[in-house]
Every structure is written in structure tokens, then in C-alpha cells.
């Protein structure tokens, strides 16, 4: 998907998505978001499923999000901050550790999930994998003068 698509593309780009998941595995008709307390948000995920035919499920819809990000790093889960909004949380987060020393570190007001938009992570291992994928950390560049991303790679 290009960078700033319009809603039209990601909604056919993610209706392709869709496509391939059922053809690869048919009768495939749930999908499962990781949604914590947009209400919107999560309307317009269910309208656009409806719409593709699809059920989505919200199982951490409205789940106290200081207590899921402590139990998802107790239960293993391992990843790195990978994205950071500058208006909301300093550059100095992108690239690290998601764990028990960045959740102490998160000034007031941030969400420990990152729910309002503050980062993102990327996830490389975890309960739901198989086996941990080996990343290695790559460089950090800011972008339109407001989201610093750290490139994760999969090591070669």
C-alpha cells in the first residue's frame, strides 16, 4: 500500500487481503482486531466487514490497558517500539524495547498500548509464534516532520 493511500485504496488492498486469507484457507470468515477503546474505529471495521462479509472480533475490546500490556510482556511477548508520533511521545522511544523499563518510562497521559496513536511495535516473538524471528535493528528517520520509525529487519 503507498504511503498517506487514500481510505478507498486501503479499503481494496485490505479487501484483497481478505481475498487471498480465503482462498488459501476457505471457510475463513472471522477476523480478529486488536482494537482496545476507539469506539469508532472499531464501527467502521465492523461496517467494512459487513460489507465484505466477513465477522470481526474485538477480544481485548475495553480491557484495562495498563493491566494487557503488563500480562502481554509477562506472557512473552517481545518486541521494539517501531514508530513514535513526536506530538505525543519523544523520538528517543522509537527503537526500544517493549518492556517492563519502557512502561515506567511512558510519561503520564501516553497510553501503555500506544492506543491513541503515541507508537507502534513490532512483535518478533511471542506465544502466537512458532519460533522467535531474529530482527536486527536498522535505522531511525523522522518523517513529515513528525513520526520517527526505526527499521526492524529480519535478519539474513
Known amino acids: ?7 478507498d485504496i486501503y479499503e481494496q488492498v485490505f479487501a484483497d487481503a481478505l481475498q487471498r486469507a480465503s482462498d488459501r ?5 472471522h477476523i480478529a482486531f486488536g482494537d ?3 469506539a469508532d474505529i472499531r464501527a467502521y471495521r465492523e461496517a467494512l466487514c459487513a460489507r465484505l462479509g466477513w465477522t470481526p472480533a474485538f477480544p481485548v475490546f475495553g480491557v484495562d490497558t495498563t493491566q494487557l ?3 502481554m510482556i509477562d506472557g512473552g511477548l517481545r518486541a521494539h517500539v517501531c514508530c513514535v508520533d513526536t506530538q505525543q511521545l519523544d523520538s528517543a522511544f522509537s527503537g526500544c524495547a517493549f518492556d517492563a523499563d519502557l512502561l515506567q518510562a511512558l510519561p503520564s ?3 501503555p498500548c500506544g492506543e491513541n496513536g503515541e507508537f507502534h511495535t513490532c512483535v518478533w516473538a511471542g506465544p502466537m ?3 522467535p524471528l531474529d530482527v536486527a535493528r536498522g535505522e531511525t ?4 516532520e513528525r513520526f520517527a520509525y526505526t527499521d ?3 535478519a539474513t
Do not use: I
Open 129 to 131: 509464534f512458532s519460533y
Open 141 to 144: 528517520v523522522l518523517r513529515d
Open 25 to 29: 484457507w476457505p471457510g475463513l470468515e
Open 109 to 111: 497521559g501516553v497510553d
Open 36 to 38: 482496545l477503546f476507539l
Open 69 to 71: 500490556a503488563r500480562d
Open 1 to 7: 500500500m503507498p504511503q498517506r493511500a487514500s481510505n
Open 152 to 154: 526492524f529487519l529480519v
